[in-house]
């Protein structure tokens, strides 16, 4: 196998931490093609809610003071987009122990392959796959009617934003997933951030409307912040410093996740 996916390494070559996360990162992608339900499957939740939820509040914009230009399905798509970037990437922890419990892990660890190419591979496939989900919501929220002032520009922002927030919940999941072994541990994980993080959010509603204690959470919520980066990049005059500062925020974040998630792992490694 390690012939197979390090070619280039047979004899004495030094590590190439770069090329290795090259052919680790593909390796992932090429399972990841030759499973494309799941990716399907991860995105049905998603879509259901735009369009359930886009329906069903549909009138909310109507409310006095709501100060939204636009449909509600085009203001649900930035917080959709977030719940999937959430949601899709706090499953990587499972991947983790699906490897370990295989000895795939394990056989990796014995290979030439550089200890931080396993652990970037895992995030560059995380946000590949962010990015084809994320666009996949956007264009069907297109379908749907809604209109996207920001054009591709806003896209683009709206899409590394939720590779941000995919990284930090994914390395989060793989930390879990290396210190408990247990599938429960990240179901509980789940359980416990996911739909507060949402709610406590302006996915659903402007903030204004939310009570004081919940304005004073999503203000410190990396999940709003992501939603309020898409809307404002999607929109017709973007706030490009709020963008910036709330960017860099979760930037930061994502990087102190991943130095976390790393050094779990290494912790991992010498104790194999």
């Not at 909310?60 to 100060?67: A, L, S, T, W």
């Not at 399905?73 to 419990?101: C, F, K, R, T």
């Not at 709003?224 to 490009?240: C, H, K, M, T, Y």
């Amino acid at each position: 196998m390690t012939a197979t996916i390090f070619p280039e390494r047979i004899g004495p070559a030094l590590p190439s931490p770069l090329t290795d996360t090259w052919h680790l990162t593909g390796r992932k992608l090429h399972a990841l093609v030759r499973q494309p339900w799941v990716m399907a499957f991860n995105v049905i939740q998603p879509v259901i809610w735009l369009f359930l939820f886009g329906d069903l509040f549909h009138k909310v914009i109507d409310i006095p003071g709501f100060g939204y230009h636009g449909s509600y399905l085009a203001y649900l798509v930035p917080g959709i987009v977030a719940m999937n970037a959430m949601s899709g990437n706090m499953w990587a922890g499972m991947s983790m122990i699906e490897e370990i419990e295989r000895g795939t892990l394990n056989r990796f660890l014995v290979s030439p392959a550089s200890r931080s190419a396993i652990m970037n591979a895992s995030v560059a496939e995380q946000a590949v796959s962010t990015t084809v989900q994320t666009l996949i919501i956007v264009f069907l929220g297109l379908a749907g009617g809604a209109s996207y002032p920001g054009g591709a520009v806003g896209v683009v922002v709206l899409v590394v934003a939720s590779i941000l927030v995919g990284v930090l919940w994914g390395a989060l999941s793989n930390m879990v997933g290396m210190l408990l072994r247990s599938r429960e541990s990240i179901i509980g994980v789940y359980t416990f951030f996911m739909l507060p993080l949402m709610f406590l959010s302006s996915a659903f509603m402007r903030p204004s409307f939310l009570p004081g204690w919940m304005q004073a959470i999503a203000s410190r919520n990396p999940l709003n912040w992501e939603v309020q980066i898409g809307r404002s990049a999607l929109s017709a005059g973007p706030d490009w410093p709020g963008i910036a500062l709330r960017s860099g925020g979760l930037l930061l974040l994502a990087v102190i996740c991943v130095a976390i998630s790393v050094r779990t792992f290494r912790s991992y490694a010498k104790n194999v």
